[in-house]
């Protein structure tokens, strides 16, 4: 079964860079999509960026120009570069994607932003 696992979380000053990496443990060449979501304290679920086999790439309203993703098929990876954060960035970021019978999530990794 496919593992995602989350690393790269931290505190970071207001205005500062992070990047966030996700390692799966089976080869990710063959899934169409994977993405990057995340969860504030007291609010649901939402969806940071997304990208596909193909290149695209689609960003939330709030990220985009700021944040980019990645993948790496030779490395299994995916990556999250965050630069120019904000305060409201604060949050757990999930990787995961999805096949046609299940969603597949990691277990999260904490973003702090604050001076």
């Known amino acids: 079964q496919l593992q995602l696992v989350e690393s790269g979380g931290g505190l970071v000053q207001p205005g500062g860079s992070l990047r966030l990496s996700c390692a799966a443990s089976?080869?990710?060449?063959?899934?169409?999509?994977m993405g990057w979501y995340r969860q504030a304290p007291g609010k649901q679920r939402e969806m940071v960026a997304t990208?596909?086999?193909?290149?695209?790439?689609n960003y939330a309203d709030s990220v985009r120009g700021r944040f980019t993703i990645s993948r790496d098929n030779a490395k299994n990876t995916l990556w999250l570069q965050m630069d120019s954060v904000k305060p409201e960035d604060t949050a757990v970021y999930f990787c995961?994607?999805?096949?046609?019978?299940?969603?597949?999530w990691g277990q999260g990794t904490q973003v702090t932003v604050s001076s």
């Open positions: 995961m994607t999805w096949d046609s019978t299940r969603d597949y």
């Open positions: 089976e080869n990710i060449a063959g899934r169409y999509g």
């Open positions: 990208v596909f086999g193909g290149g695209n790439t």
